[in-house]
């Protein structure tokens, strides 16, 4: 059996291609281009409210689908498991049968939700990302570059 699996989750953006992102921290949402967030010269993704860089900012949607992919998966290798059991056992004196396998639980369809947030410009590095406008109206951590932006009136 192979212990490694893997799979792929295709993650949607938005019309003006900015992906949604949500803070484990404080759990604040924000988008990003992706070619900005995997660029080279990005050393760290900050979250635009808390300020604190993480290794991940994974929504709990994204996070549900990937769990109930990995579970799908595992159930499917663990019915392959028992049915080539069944085939070692078939004819000998203790017999073990395998069963119907796992119906596949249906993922839910990830959405770029969250229409709410408002394009802002960093005026350090001036790359675009989406906050949400009260963090617009007052001050926000550019997550590309870690500076703070006040609204200037």
Known sequence: MDDDFSFTI????????????????????FKLRPGDYESDDVLEVC????????????TDDVMEVALIMAKNQAF??????????????????VSFKAGKPPKP?????????????????CSHCSRES?????????VFVCP???VS????R
């Not at 295709?10 to 949402?29: A, N, Y």
């Not at 979250?47 to 994974?58: F, K, L, T, V």
């Not at 639980?105 to 410009?121: C, F, G, K, R, Y």
């Not at 989406?130 to 007052?138: A, G, H, N, P």
Request: glycine share 6%; hydrophobic share 35%.
């Open 130 to 138: 989406k906050v949400s406008r009260l963090l617009k109206m007052s």
């Open 105 to 121: 639980e249906d993922a839910p369809i990830l959405q770029p939700s969250i229409d709410a947030l408002a394009t802002v410009i």
């Open 76 to 93: 499917a290798m663990i019915h392959d498991e028992m049915k080539q059991l069944e085939r070692k056992t078939k004819g000998k004196d």
């Open 47 to 58: 979250c635009p409210s808390c300020g604190i860089a993480s290794d991940n900012y994974i």
């Open 10 to 29: 295709e993650i949607p953006c938005d019309d003006e291609g900015f992906v949604l992102l949500q803070c484990p921290q404080c759990g604040e949402p």
């Open 144 to 146: 590309l570059c870690g």
């Open 149 to 152: 932006n006040f609204n200037e």
